[in-house]
């Protein structure tokens, strides 16, 4: 059974993908009465930013006499710029480089722990290809990406690649040693296998004035390095047998 955090995500994602294959259905809920049809059809619904499986709205302040960043209140992504014409995505996307390195390096040592196996390097860059993979020299990849998904398919995929460090192939065994650490691995695959183009997508957002400016957080920055070229891959392709 899937856990309720992924059921919502995949309602709220699959919620998004109609609103952008019928927008005749769900209308411009932003547009001004009055407005020509060419600006209303342009006219962005709300900026939204996908983290943690969840939709979460995305502020704009414009601060030309502070550093350009993001940051984060656990609710609301806070974007300082320094024009209208700065690159809004750009910052979010490399927030959630930086969020991937964090915190996917830490959970996957504390999985590592509790699966009893050992790595040698966690590496995080932009996959587009494949979530994850495990090389047949302990270096575990991750694509930045998966900071997206809800918290419990993102720990499926570390024990995914850590379960390859004891077989490094897809057998039965395999699959029963994923098992005992992820019970609900099935439904975490199904999600992927819906969601994937969400997930790979790129961040997309329109600059909007606010009324107010909201207090400026901490930012954490990290240049994510190459890994080596993995034999076992966690990839949407993968994911469909």
Same mark, same amino acid.
């Given at each position: 059974m899937?856990d309720?955090q ?7 994602l ?5 609103k952008k294959?019928?927008?005749e259905v ?7 009465p ?6 209303t059809?342009?006219?962005? %619904? ?11 709205e995305?502020?704009m ?5 502070q550093? %350009? ?11 300082y710029?320094?024009t209208?014409d ?7 996307? %490399?927030?959630l480089?930086?969020k991937a ?8 040592? %504390?999985?590592a722990?509790?699966i009893?196996?050992e790595y ?17 020299k302990?270096?575990?990849?991750y694509?930045y990406r998966?900071?997206?998904?809800p ?5 499926y995929?570390?024990?995914? +690649?850590?379960?390859?460090?004891v077989?490094m192939n897809?057998g039965?065994?395999y ?6 650490y992820?019970?609900d691995y099935k439904?975490h695959?199904?999600?992927?296998n +819906?969601?994937?183009?969400s997930v790979?997508a790129e ?8 009324p107010?400016?909201?207090?400026? +957080? ?6 994510p390095? +190459?890994?080596?070229?993995p034999?076992?891959?966690?990839s949407p ?5």
């Open positions: 899937a309720t992924s059921v919502i995500s995949d309602v709220k699959f919620i998004e993908r109609l294959e019928l927008p769900f209308g411009q809920p932003d547009a001004k009055g407005a020509a049809a060419a600006d059809a342009s006219a962005p %619904e709300g900026n939204k930013v996908l983290y943690n499986g969840d939709l979460l995305a502020r302040y414009l601060t030309p006499d550093e %350009e960043g993001v940051a984060f209140d656990g609710t609301v992504f806070h974007i710029l320094h209208k700065s690159d809004p995505a750009a910052l979010v996307t %490399e927030w480089r930086n390195n964090e915190t996917l390096k830490a959970k996957t040592k %504390e999985w722990e509790k009893g196996v040698n390097n966690i590496v995080i860059k932009d996959q587009k290809t494949c979530w994850a993979s495990c090389s047949g302990k270096n575990i990849n694509s998966i900071v997206k998904m918290l419990a398919v993102q720990d995929l570390m024990i995914h +690649e850590l379960c390859h460090l077989h897809h039965q065994e699959w029963q040693l994923v098992a005992q992820s019970p439904s695959r199904r999600w992927l +819906e969601n994937k183009g790979f961040v997309e957002l329109a600059y909007r004035e606010e107010e400016e909201q207090p400026k +957080e901490n930012k954490i920055s990290a240049a390095s +190459e890994p080596d070229s034999p076992n891959e966690a392709r993968e994911e469909n047998h």
